[in-house]
């Protein structure tokens, strides 16, 4: 069964740019969402997205935005990226909606903003 | 106040020790709880998970979970330099977002 697909792993942007990143959740898993990880603040949640509904959401501004697909698919979306938007992009798939029974993350895309 | 808080660490313990690790959330509707590991340069990966008072074993690993104190531990037994990592804490509210600790970072000596 293959698991949680993110793409791309890496990316350097510029400044003022935007980026997409994606997320294919476990075979069958409606759940997707997305968190973000830095030293300083550690994991933090952006969104979750079930069944193309986004359900929750965490306090971040709305350069960050993400949608999802009638196949599950997710995408993640910032726009005029800042320096401090560099981080590890992590999404996280669930065959549930929230936190019951936990997630399967997948590997990550790690964000360079220059 | 952060929803989960972590001991922060890091935690040394020689290999064959009991690495114990503590945790404690601030939301009494939190029900559902998390264990994860994270090596360095990877994502995390659940290796335990707790609904109920009490204790769950699942081979070297136990959780606790306490929540009238809102606390929940974890202790890896016969510590292996395999189980170095960082270990973050997760608690959640059904149908809600997962909330993470700031992880312990633990290190076994050979």
């Known amino acids: 069964k293959a698991g949680v697909t993110q793409t791309p792993r890496y990316l350097i942007k510029t400044r003022g740019q935007q980026v997409t990143l994606s997320c294919s959740p476990i075979s069958g898993h409606r759940s997707v969402s997305w968190y973000q990880q830095t030293p300083g603040q550690g994991l933090q949640f952006l969104f979750e997205y079930f069944s193309e509904t986004q359900r929750n959401k965490g306090n971040f501004p709305g350069r960050f935005s993400g949608r999802q697909f009638s196949n599950s698919r997710s995408e993640m979306n910032v726009s005029t990226l800042e320096l401090g938007d560099s981080a590890l992009y992590l999404c996280?798939?669930?065959?549930?909606?929230?936190?019951?029974?936990?997630?399967?993350f997948g590997s990550g895309t790690r964000l360079t903003v220059v | 106040q952060k929803e989960v808080e972590q001991n922060s660490g890091p935690l040394s313990v020689p290999e064959g020790a009991i690495a114990s690790l503590n945790c404690t959330y601030s939301?009494?509707?939190?029900?559902?709880f998390f264990w994860y590991r994270q090596y360095s340069g990877k994502s995390p990966e659940l290796i335990m998970f707790?609904?109920?008072?009490g204790d769950k074993e699942d081979g070297r690993f136990t959780a606790q979970l306490n929540k009238a104190s809102q606390y929940v531990s974890l202790l890896i037994r016969d510590s292996q330099p395999s189980d170095s990592a960082t270990y973050l804490c997760?608690?959640?509210?059904?149908?809600?977002?997962?909330?993470f600790g700031a992880g312990t970072t633990v290190t076994v000596r050979a």
């Open positions: 997760a608690g959640g509210v059904w149908d809600y977002k997962l909330s």
């Open positions: 939301d009494r509707g939190s029900q559902s």
């Open positions: 996280a798939s669930s065959s549930r909606q929230g936190a019951n029974y936990g997630y399967t």
């Open positions: 707790i609904y109920s008072n």
